[in-house]
């Protein structure tokens, strides 16, 4: 028995988000939307992939975003998500690593992270 990946990460957001997450999964962080399946896309949400990655963002009718639970993406050029992204708040604390923290336009964190 073993897990052998990692296939998706879900995230919440509020109804009718779908707009603005759009702007910044794929406008922003360059990921491309995936179509959801029909059943599923009755709930609303939005999903995304990249080379080695997916995230799923979901309606939850009492939205509040995680203060602490987030993704963290491995990236090829931090500085340039840094440009990109002005509100990024850069951390030194995780050893072997260039790091930023971000929000999504929901409140959602998102960790950027870059080996040195």
Known sequence: MTIRGLHHVQLAAPRGSEPA???FYAGVLGLREVPK???LA???GVWFRGDGVEVHLGVEEDFR???KAHPAFLVDDLDAYAEKIPEARPDDLFPGY???YVF???GNRIEL???V
């Open 98 to 100: 260039r790091r930023i």
């Open 113 to 115: 992270l870059q080996p």
């Open 104 to 106: 999504d336009p929901v």
């Open 37 to 39: 399946p029909p059943e």
């Open 65 to 67: 975003p995680a203060r």
């Open 42 to 44: 009755r709930r609303g």
């Open 21 to 23: 997450l759009r702007a």
